[in-house]
């Protein structure tokens, strides 16, 4: 069986397949997956007393259907809750060894999972204790999901909140902490108003500390975002960049021509972390139908896919393939063309991006085209 042979995806590609596909995630939140029945448990005993539901069914779509509900002030109240109950050592420790032992059943076999260690410290941890909590958490995670018969690798990015003023002293915690699990710095948060500029000083830093950074941009607000985040803040990647579709235009004849700063992110191979799902709820794109990443991908830009935040959007790197594969027809190529994709971006080694992608994500690829 050959994928050249016209049939539907269902037929082509099984969700249990795709499951099985190793997966890296470059964007994800992780007080934006946390499970629904770890939220009512750790509210239960942080003495957080503001869920709207604790039953684990009724919690869950209400995350969804909030986010989803159109309304901004409904979509924050949903983080508030999660960053609610994170507050001690002991929650942040659990959160984070679920988030490893969850991604890894799901395929994923290495990932970066971003938080802001400013926002868990109203319980009275310090900044270095929450990083240090977090850490502990993933290493528990990857342990679980190695006795599982899953293996993953994950590192922590730590992120400032573009309209707060810690960033720099957010920026020299990554360095610190380069060595013990955290591989990067990003910045998060409303982009109108806000723009990357503004926190000019710690990605000067970063550079001369020769440490790696990625930042929203491209979602809430359009090319100049994007421009900024490049040219003037030397980002390594773009969080997001849905909006770089600004500066394609599609003739009748199906043909696309790149402005020049779409050609520079193409021509740079700058890594764009697109989060498919995420993005329809937020309404950055109409539909997974409508999505720039399918014209995207055409066209041959380093093109990520990621889940962003699985508790709110619902979502998990296997529906995130499987939207994708029903939407344009993907078969196993594309989605091993993604998954190396993201590797080749990841704020680890050159070395060890290269024995992920030639000892799993390739052989777990050419596995799976036997399988089918």
């Known amino acids: 069986m050959t994928t050249s042979v016209s049939r539907s995806p269902s037929e082509l590609l099984s969700d249990e397949l795709l499951r099985r596909a190793p997966k890296v995630l470059l964007h994800d939140h992780l007080d934006g997956g946390l499970r629904p029945l770890t939220v009512i448990e750790l509210a239960a005993q942080t003495g957080y007393d503001a869920l709207p539901t604790s039953d684990e069914q009724e919690l869950s779509r209400w995350f969804v259907e909030a986010a989803n509900s159109g309304s901004l002030e409904r979509y924050l109240e949903t983080f508030a809750h999660t960053v609610g109950v994170m507050q001690t050592h002991d929650a942040l420790v659990r959160v984070a060894a679920e988030c490893a032992a969850d991604l890894a059943s799901d395929g994923v076999v290495y990932a970066e999972i971003r938080y802001a260690p400013e926002l868990h410290v109203s319980g009275g941890l310090e900044l270095p204790q929450v990083v240090e909590a977090v850490n502990e958490g993933f290493r528990e995670g990857e342990r679980r999901a190695a006795d599982a018969g899953h293996h993953i690798r994950v590192g922590a990015l730590l992120t400032a909140m573009r309209h707060a003023a810690r960033s720099m002293e957010i920026a020299e915690l990554a360095v610190r902490y380069r060595d013990e699990g955290v591989v990067g710095f990003d910045i998060a948060g409303a982009e109108a108003g806000y723009p990357p500029t503004r926190h000019l000083d710690a990605f000067e830093y970063l550079q001369r500390e020769n440490a790696h950074f990625t930042i929203h941009a491209g979602e809430g607000f359009g090319l100049p975002s994007i421009w900024q985040a490049i040219q003037w803040c030397g980002a390594d990647r773009l969080g997001h960049g849905v909006r770089i579709i600004d500066d394609i235009t599609v003739g009748p004849d199906g043909d696309a021509t790149l402005g020049r700063l779409a050609a520079y992110v193409r021509d740079k191979r700058i890594p764009l972390e697109m989060c498919p799902t995420s993005n329809v709820m ?59 994709n993201a590797m080749k971006s990841a704020f680890i080694p050159f070395d060890e991006r290269l024995a992920l992608i030639n000892e799993v994500i390739k052989p777990g690829y050419a596995a799976l085209a036997t399988d089918r």
């Not at 409508?290 to 896919?305: A, E, M």
């Open 282 to 340: 937020t309404g950055a794109a109409k539909s997974i139908e409508d999505h720039p990443i399918g014209l995207l991908r055409k066209l041959y830009f380093r093109v990520t896919v990621n889940t962003d935040n699985r508790l709110m959007s619902g979502t998990s790197m296997t529906q995130e393939f499987v939207k994708l594969a029903e939407a344009f027809d993907y078969d196993l190529r594309d989605f091993q063309w993604f998954t190396v």
